[in-house]
């Protein structure tokens, strides 16, 4: 699938995961459509990374119930949410872990 610019990773068990096509970038502003989070260790200080490095947020980071989430917006307008468990750490995964054990190099 390369010579058509398309990658495909495996993430855990199922396959796609995630597919990802090169092509021309449109600029869109930021739309109601399904939003993908990502977990990372604190979503205050990863938008305040996000703005350091010159990527707009969406609004401020908000508190839920597990902790707190920021959200972006890529080139496309598919908005992308950065979310934490620091207020349910039993909940959140554990750092280089996976359904098929630790991650490589770690």
Same mark, same amino acid.
Do not use: H
């Given at each position: 699938?390369?010579?058509?610019?398309?990658?495909?990773?495996?993430?855990?068990?199922?396959?796609?995961?995630?597919?990802?096509?090169?092509?021309?970038?449109?600029?869109?502003?930021?739309?109601?459509?399904?939003?993908?989070?990502?977990?990372?260790? #604190?979503?205050?200080? +990863?938008? /305040?990374?996000?703005?350091?490095? &010159?990527? %707009?947020?969406?609004?401020?980071?908000?508190?839920?119930?597990?902790?707190?989430?920021?959200?972006?917006?890529?080139?496309?307008?598919?908005?992308?949410?950065?979310? #934490?468990?620091?207020? +349910?750490? /039993?909940?959140?995964?554990?750092? &280089?872990? %996976?359904?098929?054990?630790?991650?490589?190099?770690?």
């Amino acid at each position: 699938m390369e010579d058509m610019g398309i990658v495909v990773y495996r993430l855990g068990t199922e396959e796609p995961g995630l597919f990802l096509r090169a092509q021309p970038i449109v600029p869109s502003t930021p739309r109601e459509t399904p939003r993908v989070w990502l977990e990372v260790a #604190d979503a205050r200080a +990863a938008a /305040q990374n996000l703005i350091a490095s &010159g990527i %707009s947020i969406l609004r401020e980071p908000w508190e839920i119930a597990t902790g707190w989430v920021v959200e972006c917006a890529d080139p496309w307008g598919n908005v992308i949410g950065l979310t #934490d468990y620091l207020k +349910a750490p /039993q909940k959140a995964r554990s750092v &280089g872990s %996976s359904e098929n054990g630790p991650l490589p190099g770690s």
